[in-house]
């Protein structure tokens, strides 16, 4: 039995690797990212790929639109590099040979070296760049907790393999800091990392700087502001692919995705060009049916194997966090952590809002009496928080509200303790730490000043 389902591998192989029949139509239509193709309507299906005979380049394309007439074709180049009358073929599915040794290297969307290090070892076996997500009914449970090292992630939100968290923020919050200090996570055996519509400054300084020593660990797939839609759209599909791989060799792997927003950007510019209509700030409906699917494709895998634990960060518009897509990806995920700008322009950092934060896995990793505590200190930063105007109008007094009076005393310190940056050592126990912390106020009476 294993011969032959090795056998039937190899046939299908071969298959994906031969073209026994070539078929092809006429350019009619070139505009300045797609295209429209003759002759095909009846032998394309859409997400079909179409290459355009005597490229040099070889750049691909994806069928985004059929009619009677003709096909739509979506360039993944940011030009297309042919004109009316030039031969179009279709192609083989565009599909990935992942391989361990990748790690350390930095791809395009398209999952062609982009480091100068050399061409990439290839896999045994290829995989889908646009796969199905797990039946739900064959995956495994979440519950394993993984320590991420960062004090008020495992304290307030903490994460478990095969979650799927979202980091909300705006821009120039701390955001791409965070998540380089994720990557270093100790909890993890691979780490998979889509840079999607970031500018081409920012890659290096991200892999050399906010990585470091762990860019060596990481398996980066990259697609910059100025590549095409289709490429910007393809990036999150190719690392998810690449850690879907990973993952089904029983590794625990962390994925991480800065931005699924700009993500978004991408298929609706995608899906505008294939003539769907606008119906929420300017995205198409395909656009909110293809968010869950390649959000699902991340978590728990089947039963024996390993996980993938998803971190995608969602760069909100104007700090508008209802946001249609953020909106959108909120629903999806198993919990998320807000960066507050006002945080952060206090100097606090990771600059997390603690309250409006929520990891909805966290009853997998706290102890009955670690939750008791986590409520009250939730508790106690709410009524600190709530009261920052009265105090500042001198409206406190100590000694008449117990409650207010702890607040203001170790409140401070709790922020005190949360803050870390990306040159102090990751976290082991933030619960220890943080009662180390507060040693010194034991002793601490409601309404003494300190």
Same mark, same amino acid.
């Given at each position: 039995?294993? %011969?032959?389902?090795?056998?039937?591998?190899?046939?299908?192989?071969?298959?994906?690797?031969?073209?026994?029949?070539?078929?092809?139509?006429?350019?009619?239509?070139?505009?300045?990212?797609?295209?429209?193709?003759?002759?095909?309507?009846?032998?394309?299906?859409?997400?079909?790929?179409?290459?355009?005979?005597?490229? %040099?380049?070889?750049?691909?394309?994806?069928?985004?639109?059929? +009619?009677?007439?003709?096909?739509?074709?979506?360039?993944?180049?940011?030009?297309?590099?042919?004109?009316?009358?030039?031969?179009?073929?279709?192609?083989?599915?565009?599909?990935?040979?992942?391989?361990?040794?990748?790690?350390?290297?930095?791809?395009?969307?398209?999952?062609?070296?982009?480091?100068?290090?050399?061409?990439?070892?290839?896999?045994?076996?290829?995989?889908?760049?646009?796969?199905?997500?797990?039946?739900?009914?064959?995956?495994?449970?979440?519950?394993?907790?993984?320590?991420?090292?960062i004090r008020v992630v495992d304290f307030f939100t903490p994460i478990c393999a095969g979650q799927r968290i979202g980091i909300f923020?705006?821009?120039?919050?701390?955001?791409?800091?965070?998540?380089?200090?994720?990557?270093?996570? !100790?909890?993890?055996?691979?780490?998979? #990392? /889509?840079?999607?519509?970031?500018?081409?400054?920012?890659?290096?300084?991200?892999?050399? +700087?906010?990585?470091?020593?762990?860019?060596?660990? /990481?398996?980066?797939?990259? /697609?910059?502001?100025?590549?095409?839609?289709?490429?910007?759209?393809?990036?999150?599909?190719?690392?998810?692919?690449?850690?879907?791989?990973?993952?089904?060799?029983?590794?625990?792997?962390?994925?991480?995705?800065?931005? #699924?927003?700009?993500?978004?950007?991408? %298929?609706?510019?995608?899906?505008?060009?294939?003539?769907?209509?606008?119906?929420?700030?300017?995205?198409?409906?395909?656009?909110?049916?293809?968010?869950?699917?390649?959000?699902?494709?991340?978590?728990?895998?089947?039963?024996?194997?390993?996980?993938?634990?998803?971190?995608?960060?969602?760069?909100?518009?104007?700090?508008?966090?209802?946001?249609?897509?953020?909106?959108?990806?909120?629903?999806?995920?198993?919990?998320?952590?807000?960066?507050?700008?006002?945080?952060?322009?206090?100097?606090?950092?990771?600059?997390?809002?603690?309250?409006?934060?929520?990891?909805?896995?966290?009853?997998?990793?706290?102890?009955?009496?670690?939750?008791?505590?986590?409520?009250?200190?939730?508790?106690? #930063? %709410?009524?600190?928080?709530?009261?920052?105007?009265?105090?500042?109008?001198?409206?406190?007094?100590?000694?008449?509200?117990?409650?207010?009076?702890?607040?203001?005393?170790?409140? !401070?310190?709790?922020?005190?303790?949360?803050?870390?940056?990306?040159?102090?050592? !990751?976290? /082991?126990?933030?619960?220890?730490?943080?009662?180390?912390?507060?040693?010194?106020?034991?002793?601490?009476? !409601?309404?003494?000043?300190?």
């Amino acid at each position: 039995m294993q %011969a032959l389902e090795q056998l039937l591998r190899e046939v299908q192989e071969a298959e994906l690797r031969l073209d026994p029949v070539r078929v092809g139509g006429t350019i009619t239509e070139v505009g300045p990212s797609a295209y429209r193709v003759a002759g095909l309507s009846r032998l394309l299906k859409l997400g079909d790929v179409v290459c355009i005979d005597g490229d %040099a380049r070889g750049a691909p394309g994806e069928v985004v639109r059929i +009619d009677a007439q003709a096909v739509t074709v979506k360039s993944f180049d940011s030009r297309v590099q042919a004109g009316v009358g030039h031969l179009a073929f279709r192609s083989r599915p565009m599909r990935l040979k992942p391989h361990r040794s990748w790690k350390g290297r930095v791809l395009n969307a398209l999952g062609r070296p982009v480091d100068g290090l050399g061409p990439l070892l290839e896999g045994p076996r290829s995989v889908p760049i646009d796969a199905e997500p797990p039946a739900a009914m064959r995956r495994e449970r979440v519950r394993r907790p993984v320590k991420s090292g960062i004090r008020v992630v495992d304290f307030f939100t903490p994460i478990c393999a095969g979650q799927r968290i979202g980091i909300f923020a705006g821009s120039g919050v701390g955001k791409s800091t965070v998540l380089a200090m994720l990557a270093g996570s !100790p909890g993890f055996d691979s780490v998979v #990392i /889509a840079l999607v519509g970031e500018r081409g400054r920012e890659v290096r300084e991200f892999l050399d +700087d906010a990585l470091g020593e762990n860019r060596k660990l /990481a398996i980066t797939v990259v /697609a910059t502001g100025d590549e095409s839609a289709m490429m910007r759209r393809l990036a999150p599909k190719t690392a998810m692919s690449i850690a879907e791989y990973l993952r089904d060799q029983g590794e625990s792997v962390l994925l991480i995705v800065d931005s #699924i927003t700009r993500f978004a950007h991408a %298929a609706r510019d995608v899906a505008l060009a294939a003539g769907e209509p606008a119906v929420a700030r300017g995205y198409a409906p395909s656009v909110f049916s293809e968010l869950p699917k390649l959000l699902e494709r991340a978590g728990p895998g089947e039963a024996g194997g390993g996980s993938i634990t998803g971190v995608f960060s969602v760069l909100v518009d104007g700090d508008d966090h209802n946001d249609p897509v953020a909106d959108n990806i909120r629903g999806a995920l198993d919990g998320h952590i807000v960066l507050d700008r006002a945080i952060a322009d206090q100097g606090r950092y990771p600059a997390v809002n603690v309250l409006s934060s929520v990891s909805r896995l966290a009853h997998h990793v706290w102890t009955k009496e670690q939750r008791t505590l986590v409520m009250k200190l939730r508790a106690m #930063i %709410a009524r600190y928080e709530s009261s920052r105007d009265l105090r500042l109008m001198g409206g406190y007094h100590a000694g008449a509200d117990p409650l207010m009076d702890q607040a203001v005393i170790f409140v !401070p310190k709790i922020y005190e303790a949360m803050g870390q940056s990306l040159d102090d050592q !990751p976290s /082991a126990d933030a619960f220890r730490e943080l009662a180390d912390t507060l040693q010194g106020d034991k002793g601490a009476e !409601p309404g003494r000043k300190e």
